[in-house]
């Protein structure tokens, strides 16, 4: 399995909802990411674990929360989100962390907020 | 914060030709990488080249790191629509967590 399957691939929310993204990778993997992605922008990272442990933060908005439940598995909780954060939301691992290994990304899910 | 700088922003050229797209620098990098992205779905790693000076192929790519491990270029020879995409370079560094993306290169193949 060389694969990061993200879920859900679209998702619509109300300013006051809660949801959840996920994210799976059964390669062993032991760094993984949250990016977010503008139209036609590079992607902006926001989070990072490794080894299971938040390692960086790149100054995200408390609305964003992270969970990293194991190795395999990483989660991005929204709650109270605004217009602005609308976006595609990447996922990506790699086998170490510290950018010397390729990264494998997910195909996203792609956030409105309404 | 070390910068990326990826030249041209776009290109756009006809099916069968040759380009070019520069990936620059004024910092040291361990490794460099280049992904390839379609609308709608997620980067694609298509090289890491980790030692100055190195060339790699894929095919109808051609990747180079510079000598000094400061810049990167990639060559894509004979175009085809399926090259179409957003390239993007991204530098990475053994005292960093992260990687260092470019702004991308949109480049668009028309048969």
């Known amino acids: 399995d060389t694969e990061v399957t993200q879920t859900p691939k679209h998702l619509v929310m109300g300013m006051t909802n809660k949801k959840s993204l996920k994210c799976e990778q059964h390669?062993?993997?032991?760094?993984m990411y949250w990016y977010k992605q503008k139209a036609k922008k590079p992607p902006e990272l926001m989070f990072v674990?490794?080894?299971?442990?938040?390692?960086i933060n790149e100054s995200v908005p408390s609305r964003f929360s992270p969970e990293c439940p194991n190795s395999s598995l990483l989660n991005l909780h929204l709650h109270a989100l605004q217009p602005e954060d609308s976006a595609l939301y990447l996922c990506?691992?790699?086998?170490?962390?510290?950018?010397?290994?390729?990264?494998?990304f997910g195909s996203g899910t792609r956030l409105t907020v309404v | 914060t070390q910068l990326l700088e990826q030249s041209p922003q776009f290109l756009s050229i006809q099916e069968g030709e040759n380009l070019t797209v520069y990936c620059n620098s004024s910092?040291?990098?361990?490794?460099l990488q280049w992904y390839r992205q379609e609308p709608g779905e997620g980067p694609v790693l298509l090289v890491t080249?980790?030692?100055?000076?190195e060339v790699k192929k894929l095919k109808r790519l051609t990747f180079q790191f510079g000598d000094a491990r400061k810049d990167s270029s990639l060559h894509i020879t004979a175009a085809q629509p399926g090259d179409t995409g957003l390239y993007l370079c991204?530098?990475?560094?053994?005292?960093?967590?992260?990687?260092?993306f470019g702004a991308g290169t949109q480049v668009v193949v028309t048969p």
């Open positions: 674990y490794s080894y299971e442990k938040l390692s």
């Open positions: 080249v980790v030692t100055g000076g």
């Open positions: 991204a530098g990475g560094s053994d005292s960093w967590g992260k990687l260092q």
């Open positions: 390669m062993g993997h032991r760094a």
């Open positions: 910092s040291v990098f361990s490794s």
């Open positions: 990506a691992s790699s086998r170490t962390g510290g950018g010397n290994y390729g990264y494998t």
